[in-house]
């Protein structure tokens, strides 16, 4: 349920349009909409005062960054959104049956699958004067299947990849993610969660697979890095080839655990960055090397700066939180950004098509030169929730 903080469009105007509004502070808009693509163009500034107004959509998405207006001063922004509720229609030898993608509890209240399209706007001085949502048919599609370190964090102080790369992508591409804290290769299968995005994909979309840190404890018989694990990954790239898409494989970021002598990281992983390249190679599947960059990332970083990637954070930082958050998995605005930058870097490493649409301030990433975490910015939203994510 939306909070008094959120403006929603009336139920005469639940629909895609154009909007008039008066946004002068951090604000949410939403608006009733079906499954699908949209392109949303906000147009930012005030005629009374300079702006400065970040925008994000449905669960913390990061869909602008920090743009800055003159008093008088209006900017356009065009971008994706994909909003998609838990509900599908499977293909049957029967014909269609109605299913559903099998939630968590607390997936329930997350802004990304209920029924509306949802806006956040946020940022030092936020100023909103418009808002256009029409639908689209015409941007490529990329799916993410994943874990906590995918998902889109639907509350401070957490964040993850899947969440930022939307920031580099312009209007020839949606980003969909499908990922969920706690997942295995076999949970998300499942889960009815490919099932769904096959509903959603056409031919020429991607379909990026990022697993590994939770299907490391199962402990059923054949679990393994080279059995079930490999076995569920094939899975994925037998039904994304036979709908027409692309798919892509990440091996899965390291945890923030140090050798003895605190310089190097020590690989928590085992077998399974293996099992997947062994896969990737017989299937001819591309890979984006999170695994490797991101122990570049936090070597160069060194022991106590890569603490600033992730959730780590005293007591009572945030309202509420009476002890202190020291978490060696699950990244923070910061570091989310960072990964979200090596993925990007690693499509274009692999010469994908899809980087063509990469927007005209991206710049080559390299993880042993990463942006300083000093002068990263990020401005909270509304939703906290100091519970760590599940997962590990």
């Not at 608006?31 to 392109?39: I, L, Q, R, S, T």
């Not at 301030?361 to 401005?379: L, M």
Request: with cysteine.
């Amino acid at each position: 349920m939306l909070a008094a903080w959120c403006l929603a469009a009336s139920s005469a105007m639940a629909q895609t349009g154009t909007y008039d509004v008066d946004i002068n502070s951090a604000q949410y808009f939403s608006v009733a909409v079906p499954d699908g693509n949209y392109k949303v163009t906000v147009t930012l500034g005030s005629k009374k005062r300079k702006a400065e107004t970040v925008v994000r959509a449905e669960s913390r998405r990061l869909m602008v960054e920090g743009v800055s207006t003159r008093r008088g001063q209006f900017v356009d922004c065009s971008f994706i959104v994909n909003k998609r509720s838990p509900r599908f229609l499977m293909a049957t030898d029967k014909g269609p049956r109605e299913e559903t993608v099998r939630l968590k509890d607390r997936e329930k209240t997350y802004l990304n699958w209920d029924d509306s399209l949802t806006l956040e706007f946020n940022g030092a001085a936020p100023a909103v004067r418009r808002i256009c949502i029409v639908p689209d048919t015409t941007a490529t599609t990329i799916f993410l299947c994943g874990n906590s370190t995918v998902v889109d964090q639907n509350a401070e102080p957490w964040a993850s990849w899947g969440q930022m790369i939307t920031r580099w992508f312009d209007q020839r591409v949606a980003i969909s993610n499908h990922a969920e804290s706690g997942l295995t290769a076999r949970t998300f299968l499942g889960g009815n969660r490919l099932e769904k995005i096959l509903t959603m994909m056409r031919p020429g979309d991607y379909v990026v697979c990022e697993f590994g840190h939770n299907d490391e404890k199962e402990h059923r018989p054949g679990d393994g890095a080279w059995y079930h694990y490999v076995y569920n990954l094939k899975i994925f790239v037998d039904k994304v080839r036979q709908a027409g898409g692309h798919i892509i494989f990440c091996t899965p970021t390291q945890r923030r655990f140090w050798q003895d002598d605190n310089r190097h990281i020590k690989d928590t992983h085992g077998d399974f960055p293996a099992a997947m390249l062994s896969v990737a190679e017989r299937e001819q599947v591309p890979v984006i090397d999170l695994n490797g960059m991101t122990r570049t990332f936090f070597e160069t970083l060194g022991f106590e700066d890569s603490k600033r990637a992730l959730v780590h954070y005293p007591a009572n930082t945030y309202p509420g939180q009476d002890k202190a958050l020291a978490d060696n998995t699950h990244f923070n605005p910061y570091g989310a950004y960072e990964v979200a930058k090596m993925v990007v870097q690693g499509m274009i490493n692999l010469q994908l098509p899809v980087v063509s649409a990469l927007r005209a301030d991206w710049q080559a990433f390299d993880p042993a030169h990463p942006d300083d975490f000093t002068t990263f910015r990020w401005y909270d939203a509304k939703s906290l929730d100091t519970q760590k994510p599940d997962g590990n």
